[in-house]
């Protein structure tokens, strides 16, 4: 069975310091796809990575960067001098399975990240 | 903003009380799946719409079911509303294609009250 697990239940830190969100996940499947996605205060989910199981490249796009490594299960999510705007709760997810239509998308609990001025 | 819209935004029933929630989908996407959101956790799954077919279901009872519309739009009912179903539904819709799971568009979601 598919499972995500976000550890990280709060993260508070100060504008303009790294933070990295922690991701693993478990899947018997070889074929799979990973997300992240934040949630601002309004509730609405943000799309802002996917990655499939057979890309390991990592990721940045200007503060933020992606770690996936396999042998580990996991897919962190940095983000590089934070600022309050990033203040939200960020969701990793995982769908399995190598047809489109994300059926069963599992979703972690999510982090709480608070940036301070 | 997404182009998902979702109505109402917020809804007070009452236990044994039946809802109905609509869902919008992005123009061009065929594919709508619903999600349940309680509070302080992550969205789980409810079921997925594709061309007017469930295609797919989470852990949820039969009291829990949906429609598509030929305009791909989607209803979320819910029959004999229990205290536990009081959460944040979201709605998130998707083109679907062969080559892989596409990121899904998230509506603002409805915010669900049961009394």
């Known amino acids: 069975a598919q499972k995500v697990t976000q550890a990280q239940t709060e993260i508070s830190v100060v504008e303009k310091e790294d933070v990295t969100l922690d991701c693993v996940y478990e899947?018997?499947?070889?074929?799979?796809?990973l997300f992240w996605y934040k949630q601002p205060p309004s509730g609405e989910l943000v799309f802002l990575i996917r990655?499939?199981?057979?890309?390991?490249q990592n990721e940045i796009s200007g503060r933020y960067s992606w770690n996936f490594q396999k042998s580990t299960s996991s897919f962190n999510f940095t983000i590089t001098a934070s600022q309050v705007v990033d203040s939200a709760v960020y969701f990793c997810?995982?769908?399995?399975?190598?047809?489109?239509?994300?059926?069963?998308?599992?979703f972690g609990a999510g982090t709480r990240l608070t940036v301070k001025p | 903003e997404t182009g998902v819209t979702q109505s109402p935004t917020h809804l007070i029933k009452t236990r044994g009380q039946q809802v109905t929630l609509r869902c919008s989908s992005q123009?061009?996407?065929?594919?709508v799946s619903w999600y349940q959101q309680a509070l302080g956790q992550g969205p789980q799954f409810i079921f997925q719409?594709?061309?007017?077919?469930?295609?797919g279901r989470g852990n949820f009872p039969p009291r829990f079911s949906g429609l598509q519309f030929p305009n791909y739009s989607s209803e979320l009912n819910v029959n004999a509303l229990e205290l536990d179903d009081s959460a944040l539904y979201l709605c998130?819709?998707?083109?679907?294609?062969?080559?892989?799971?596409?990121?899904?568009?998230f509506g603002p979601g409805t915010r669900l009250t049961v009394l």
């Open positions: 998130a819709s998707s083109q679907s294609r062969a080559r892989g799971a596409d990121e899904q568009f």
């Open positions: 899947t018997r499947d070889t074929t799979y796809y």
């Open positions: 990655r499939n199981s057979f890309d390991e």
């Open positions: 997810a995982l769908s399995e399975g190598q047809l489109g239509n994300n059926n069963d998308m599992r």
């Open positions: 123009s061009g996407h065929n594919t």
């Open positions: 719409y594709y061309r007017e077919e469930e295609n």
